[in-house]
């Protein structure tokens, strides 16, 4: 099993910046891509940036140039720097990773709030 702790949300007003952590533990040697996902009232949760184990990149077009995902190996977090926030970056974000094995693990959520 992985466990994963999101911090790091809040609000913001728009044209700011906040950074996510995800800190995972238990069977990290296991997990492959890690993400961050961002899921408003009435809608699926849907992606907004994954990395892999080699450090490959994968962002949602609305976030591209903006935001920012990194992992530090050592410490098992992945990082997410998000910049410019518009007010439709709003949502609870949710840090994932899916294991090699074909499991997929979801944080707690942490709630981002981007005022206009």
């Known amino acids: 099993q992985v466990q994963l702790v999101e911090s790091g949300g809040g609000l913001v007003q728009a044209g700011g910046s906040l950074r996510l952590s995800c800190a995972a533990s238990?069977?990290?040697?296991?997990?492959?891509?890690m993400g961050w996902y961002r899921q408003v009232p009435g809608k699926q949760r849907e992606l907004v940036a994954t990395i892999t184990n080699d450090g490959s990149t994968n962002y949602e077009d609305s976030v591209k140039g903006r935001f920012t995902i990194s992992r530090d190996k050592s410490k098992n977090t992945v990082y997410l720097q998000m910049n410019s926030l518009k007010p439709e970056d709003t949502g609870v974000y949710y840090c994932n990773a899916d294991l090699t094995i074909g499991r997929r693990y979801w944080g707690q959520g942490t709630q981002v709030t981007v005022s206009s």
């Open positions: 238990g069977s990290v040697f296991s997990i492959n891509t």
